[in-house]
């Protein structure tokens, strides 16, 4: 999605520190064209690895379709080619595992909006795919979403080598399972969560949003053989990065219209769940999310200059508009 | 369950031919102990893989628990460990891979059982998940119990050789995704169902149960290092048995009653389902599952004595009263 100029005064940051660092504006604008780049090849990557909807059971997979193939930043997938470029992998592998993430995503997003938990009724300006088919079949895409997002890990054609499928496998098993994002998503909707304070919301968010997020950019070092000081590196940088993401998605949630963000704004407020904007107020989540992008940035070091890409998302993710 | 004396007439094939053939009456005796002990040993160790429901995210790692710790045949895990031991497999791995089977098996389940699908009140003579937790819950419990699957398979303690457990967790997505398990449930719902001639019906049912049947004794093939002709002969006897199983399964929805089910009776015919019964006829269907029991014997031929158990499962599941 293009930003219009009206769109440009939303960001999140102060302008005055936009470009004062390492990834200033031309690196801004290199890591939106790269992001771009990237999440159309996933895009193209998810429509080559889903069937065709096709047959009986067609209807779920066409479902499976709407829910993957609909654009999204696709931060995760570009997390993970991003940082198996750190290790020279061969693209292909990257973009594959990126794809079975972003399956993942995808699921998480079509049961979350379910009028049984979150009840959206729109995700990307466009109706959820419970309001475009109906219940049974959002469940079912969901539940064939994250069994796709396994095959593909499983397939020799991800990496020759079955130690790192194995890895990847029990890796994003364990990021999207109770301990990880559906944990998250357990706490999220629980009646606990109105309770929840300042380490409550942060612990919330490593699970529900942060596991997967850091084993995005785990899977780009699992499928790069790196070492455990580049790996223990790159968990470091994810974390901090995670954290700032979702800081940065409640203040759009706090400051933007439903029209710049496709889906209804304000949500989080009326339904009484503290949000980092609320238990730190605008200018200390600002501050907070301006914290973090610094510390990730500086997890990168062992890497040099071959992170920047990595340095810009973390700019970008504070910076973005939606 | 025990089956009592009243119980004992509910069989799905005719009592003249129990015994008169392999399995009989000995070792129709000897597999169903067999099976209980196997269904001990699955729940053991369904309790041990499954994380403790302590802390925020309790509730959903306490209905992933209910869920599968709730007894049931274990018929797909005894498969797996029945047929990993006609390779000497140790019977740890078989157990563990049994266990992620049966993960998947009550995932579906719990999905199944939801209001926007079947709407089941009942499983196993208890409250489904989503009357004795929520609906929000049993979708999340049974998101949980699938990834939960693919941990178990990916990790080393199943297998030392990652090739092994890579090609599980490709095998397990495959048998459970759009193109096997959620496809089966996509076409058993769809408006089209009702339509289904015998072709349509058993081809459905070799998407929503059979493929996760073949993929238990695959699993063990796998486990076992099998060559290609025990993989293809393990195959075809799981393709047999699988839709023998759903015939009698039928047979036993038509026959039985509420009790003895542990779940209401006659609902295939409420909703308009065809099943083998309506297509085949009482008479015709047990024929047509007594004659795949058969073939389904034949095709073990070459593992001589040693599959004797697979045998006897395979009268077992045609003249099992529950």
């Known amino acids: 999605m293009t930003a219009g100029p009206s769109a440009a005064?939303?960001?999140?940051?102060?302008?005055?520190?936009?470009?004062?660092?390492?990834?200033?504006?031309?690196?801004?604008?290199?890591?939106?064209?790269?992001?771009?780049?990237?999440?159309?090849?996933?895009t193209d990557q998810l429509d080559r690895l889903l069937p065709p909807a096709e047959g009986p059971r067609g209807r779920v997979v066409?479902?499976?379709?709407?829910?993957?193939?609909n654009g999204g930043k696709r931060l995760r997938p570009f997390l993970t080619v991003t940082s198996a470029g750190l290790f020279d992998v061969p693209e292909a592998r990257g973009l594959r595992a990126g794809a079975a993430l972003e399956m993942v995503h995808c699921?998480?997003?079509?049961?979350?909006?379910?009028?049984?938990?979150?009840?959206s009724d729109l995700r990307r300006g466009t109706p959820t795919v419970h309001k475009r088919y109906d219940d049974a079949t959002a469940i079912l895409a969901g539940d064939g979403l994250l069994t796709e997002a396994f095959a593909v890990l499983g397939d020799p054609a991800t990496h020759p080598d079955a130690r790192v499928?194995?890895?990847l496998t029990l890796g994003l098993a364990r990021a999207a399972g109770a301990a990880g994002m559906v944990?998250?998503?357990?706490?999220?909707?629980?009646?606990?969560?109105?309770?929840?304070?300042?380490?409550?919301?942060?612990?919330?968010?490593?699970?529900?949003?942060?596991?997967?997020?850091?084993?995005?950019?785990?899977?780009?070092?699992?499928l790069g053989g790196a070492s455990e000081a580049e790996r223990a590196a790159l968990d470091a940088y994810a974390d901090d990065l995670g954290l700032a993401f979702q800081i940065a998605d409640d203040l759009l949630d706090a400051e933007s219209d439903a029209e710049a963000l496709g889906k209804p704004a304000g949500q989080d407020a009326e339904a009484d769940k503290?949000?980092?904007?609320?238990l730190l107020g605008i200018e200390g989540a600002r501050g907070r999310a301006r914290e973090l992008v610094e510390s990730a940035i500086a997890r990168l070091e062992p890497f040099g200059e071959r992170a920047d890409t990595l340095r810009a998302t973390a700019r970008f993710v504070v910076e973005r508009e939606s």
Chains 1, 2 share one sequence.
Request: net charge negative; glycine share 8%.
């Open 9 to 42: 005064n939303r960001s999140t940051l102060n302008k005055a520190d936009k470009g004062a660092t390492i990834g200033g504006t031309a690196a801004r604008e290199d890591v939106t064209a790269r992001m771009r780049a990237v999440a159309e090849q996933i």
């Open 62 to 69: 066409e479902a499976m379709r709407y829910a993957s193939l």
């Open 107 to 119: 699921y998480s997003l079509v049961h979350d909006d379910l009028p049984a938990m979150d009840d």
């Open 165 to 167: 499928r194995a890895e």
């Open 183 to 222: 944990g998250g998503q357990m706490v999220d909707i629980s009646p606990e969560r109105v309770h929840l304070g300042l380490d409550g919301v942060t612990d919330l968010q490593a699970m529900k949003t942060g596991a997967l997020i850091r084993f995005a950019c785990r899977a780009g070092a699992i």
């Open 274 to 278: 503290a949000t980092f904007v609320e």
